[in-house]
C-alpha cells in the first residue's frame, strides 16, 4: 500500500514504552512529525535514543490525566491523529488497583477523546488487546465475535472501545480500536513480573537458567512482532479514509509454549528443558486472531517471521548482557 506523500503531525501516548517507541521509530522513518508524550512511569528515555535524533520528534514528560493538557497540547499541535498508547498494561496490577486501572485505562481513554473533539483532531487509534474476548472458545477470533472479558483489565479495553466508537457516531472522529494479540520484541522488559512469557523465557536463556511451563506447554498464543504492531498503527494512523472499527492485529498462525521452547533449543544450541508447574487459575488455553479485517481495512498483514523475530530478540539480549559484562 502507498503511504501518504505529505508529513503529518500524530500524537503518541506513551511514546517511551515498549510499543510506543516502536511506533515512534516508525513514523519517523516515513518521514512524519511525531509529539511523544509520557509521564516515564513505566517507559523509558532509552527507548527513544533513535528518535531524539530526529528533528522531527519531541517529547512531552507530561502525565495525560493532567487536567487540560492534552486538550492544550492537541490545540496547539492540531494533529491528524493520536495513536493512544499510554495505559496500565498488567493485567495483574489491573486487578489488584482497579481504582487506577479505571483511571488510567478508562478516564485516560476518556480525556484523549475529549482532547480530540475540542481540537478537532479527526483521527484516534487506540490499543486494544485480545483480552476484549476473554474465553470466547471461538478460534480463531473474529472482531464480531462476542466480547466478555474475565478482568479489570479487558473491561477496561472494552469500555474505552465503546467509548471511542460513541465520539466516532456523535462527533465524526475516526476511531480505529487496534486489538492486539501477544506482542514481543525488543525493548519488552523481561525485568517486570508482568512481562510476556517471550520476554522472560528469551532472557532466562540466555542466562542459562531454567524456564516454568504453567501447565503442558501445548497452551497456544497468537504471537505477534512489535515491529508488525507499530507498523499497523502507522497504517492506522495514516492510511486515509479508514471506517471506524476495531481490528485484530495478530498474524493469524497459533503457536505452543513448546514450540517456543524449541526456537530457543536450536538458537541457543543447547537441549535446555523447562521445568513444568500445575496450570495457573484463569489462565485461557489457546488464543488466536483472525487477520482479514485489518487487511482489508489499512492494508495491514503480520508479515515477521517467528523464528527470525525471536532471534532478533536473543541477538539484542546477548549484546545488553555483552556491554553491561
Keep these: 500500500m502507498t503511504q501518504p506523500q505529505r508529513q503529518s503531525t500524530i500524537i503518541v501516548t506513551g511514546a517511551a514504552g515498549f510499543i510506543g517507541s516502536h511506533t515512534v521509530d516508525q513514523l519517523l522513518y516515513r518521514g512524519h512529525r511525531v509529539i511523544g508524550v509520557d509521564n516515564l512511569s513505566t517507559g523509558s528515555r532509552n527507548n527513544l535514543s533513535r528518535a531524539h535524533n530526529s528533528a522531527n520528534f519531541e517529547l512531552h514528560t507530561r502525565d495525560l490525566l493532567d487536567p487540560g493538557f492534552m486538550t492544550g497540547l492537541c490545540k496547539q499541535v492540531r494533529p491528524d491523529a493520536i495513536v493512544h498508547l499510554a495505559a496500565l498494561v498488567s493485567v495483574t496490577r489491573a486487578e489488584e488497583e482497579p481504582q487506577f486501572n479505571f483511571r488510567l485505562n478508562i478516564e485516560g481513554t476518556q480525556i484523549i477523546a475529549e482532547a480530540a473533539r475540542l481540537a478537532e483532531v479527526p483521527r ?20 464480531n465475535d462476542s466480547t466478555e472479558p474475565v478482568g479489570h483489565y479487558g473491561t477496561a479495553k472494552l469500555m474505552s472501545e465503546m467509548l471511542l466508537h460513541q465520539y466516532s457516531r456523535s462527533y465524526g472522529i475516526t476511531t480505529v480500536c487496534n486489538r492486539y494479540f501477544n506482542v514481543f520484541g525488543p525493548r519488552q522488559d523481561p525485568s517486570s513480573p508482568y512481562s510476556g512469557v517471550i520476554s522472560l523465557f528469551t532472557d532466562r536463556y540466555a542466562r542459562n537458567q531454567p524456564v516454568t511451563i504453567f501447565g503442558d506447554g501445548e497452551q497456544t498464543r497468537d504471537f505477534i512482532s512489535v515491529h508488525d504492531v507499530s507498523y499497523a498503527n502507522t497504517l492506522a494512523a495514516l492510511t486515509p479514509n479508514i471506517e471506524s472499527g476495531s481490528y485484530n492485529i495478530c498474524t493469524g498462525q497459533a503457536r505452543s509454549l513448546l514450540d517456543l521452547i524449541g526456537v530457543l533449543q536450536k538458537d541457543y544450541g543447547r537441549s535446555q528443558s523447562p521445568n513444568f508447574d500445575t496450570p495457573r487459575g484463569g489462565d485461557i488455553k489457546h488464543s488466536l486472531g483472525a487477520p482479514d479485517k485489518a487487511a482489508e481495512a489499512f492494508g495491514f498483514r503480520a508479515h515477521i517471521d517467528f523464528s527470525r523475530a525471536i532471534a532478533e530478540l536473543n541477538s539484542v539480549i546477548r549484546s545488553t548482557q555483552t556491554k553491561t559484562a
Design 124 to 143: 484516534i487509534v487506540f490499543a486494544s488487546s485480545a483480552a476484549v474476548y476473554g474465553n470466547n472458545p471461538a478460534m480463531p477470533l473474529h472482531e
